[in-house]
Structure formats: structure tokens, C-alpha cells
């Protein structure tokens, strides 16, 4: 993890003070830990996490028929954490423009997600099985014998993963970033 944060620390010394970052990558891949880590070790950076502003609510119903192989586009459909979630979260983009702001969250490139609101993209490329074991862990720990698996066709992450991988296809984090670190 030191070297993934010394590489994001490198990148954002070169930017404007002011500037709007994306750090876009899996979920569970590490964003959250790291931006918080940067955060901490830098008086310029100030990281705003988009959990704590929106998440997807796509239900299954709405979520699964995008999945085929012909459909062109993902729509996705958020709900406010905060009241008025990303009108709040670009009002607090504009409160720390003496900083350099870290946005971590997933299905940045999407473009219903902040469009024109990022000065530069960072993706954070990982083992997405080693992330999967990771959240599996913790999701048996918080829902004990509630927890039911990704292979269970209730399961929103098995939606989650097909939908990251539509979401790839499409969109193209890694390669339409300004930065990739594994």
C-alpha cells in the first residue's frame, strides 16, 4: 500500500492547488484506505468520499436487463445520502478550492456521475478477486447468517460485478485515465 500511495502522492504534488481528482477503481480495491492515508499525510489534499454523498439503488429488476451483451449504455439510479447528495457533494468540491480535492468512488466515468466536474482521473487497477475475498470477509462478519452469497440470484454484488464489468467494457476507466496505479 505504500508504494500505491507514494505513486497517488507524486501525481497530486504536480497538479494546481484547486484541481478536482477522481480516484475511480473496484470496490473493495483499497480507494477509500488510501485516500484516507493521502489525506492524512498531506495538508493540500482534502478527500471526499462519494458513499457518504450518493449509492447506487439500482434494484435487480432494473439493473439485470443492461447486462446483455447489445445494450450500449448503464443507467444508474442514486439515492441521497445527504439530502440533495451530489448537489451537496459539488458544494463541498467548491468549499476546498485552497485544496487539492480526492474524490474516491466507483463508476466515476459514468456519465451521469459528476460529468465535467474532474480536472484529472486516477484508476486504482488491483486484483478484483483479492478484493472480492476481502468484502466477503467483511460482509460475513456485519450480516452473520444473514449474509447470503454473490452466487445467490438475490445477490446485489453478483449484479454489482456483472455491472463493473459492463461498466469496463464501455466506459474505459483504465484507459481513459490520466493515471493508473496498481
Do not use: C
Amino acid at each position: 500500500m505504500n508504494d500505491t500511495v507514494e505513486k497517488i502522492n507524486g501525481f497530486l504534488k504536480g497538479l494546481e492547488i484547486g484541481s478536482v481528482v477522481g480516484l475511480d477503481g473496484y470496490s473493495g480495491i483499497g480507494k477509500t484506505t488510501i485516500s484516507n492515508v493521502i489525506e492524512k499525510i498531506n495538508h493540500f489534499v482534502k478527500v471526499l468520499h462519494m458513499d457518504d454523498y450518493v449509492v447506487t439503488s439500482n434494484t435487480k429488476e432494473k439493473l439485470e436487463p443492461q447486462l446483455s451483451n447489445g445494450v450500449k449504455e448503464l443507467k444508474f439510479e442514486w439515492t441521497n445520502i445527504k439530502d440533495r447528495g451530489f448537489e451537496i457533494l459539488v458544494e463541498d468540491i467548491r468549499k476546498y478550492k485552497d485544496k487539492i480535492v480526492l474524490i474516491d468512488g466507483i463508476f466515476l466515468f459514468h456519465p451521469d456521475v459528476l460529468p465535467n466536474v474532474f480536472d484529472r482521473m486516477i484508476f486504482l487497477d488491483g486484483d478484483e478477486k483479492l478484493a472480492d475475498e476481502r468484502r466477503v470477509k467483511r460482509e460475513k462478519e456485519r450480516w452473520g447468517d444473514k449474509y447470503f452469497p454473490e452466487t445467490h440470484l438475490d445477490s446485489f454484488v453478483r449484479l454489482f460485478k456483472l455491472a463493473w464489468q459492463k461498466y469496463k467494457t464501455l466506459y474505459r476507466p483504465k484507459e481513459n485515465s490520466d493515471f493508473v496505479v496498481r
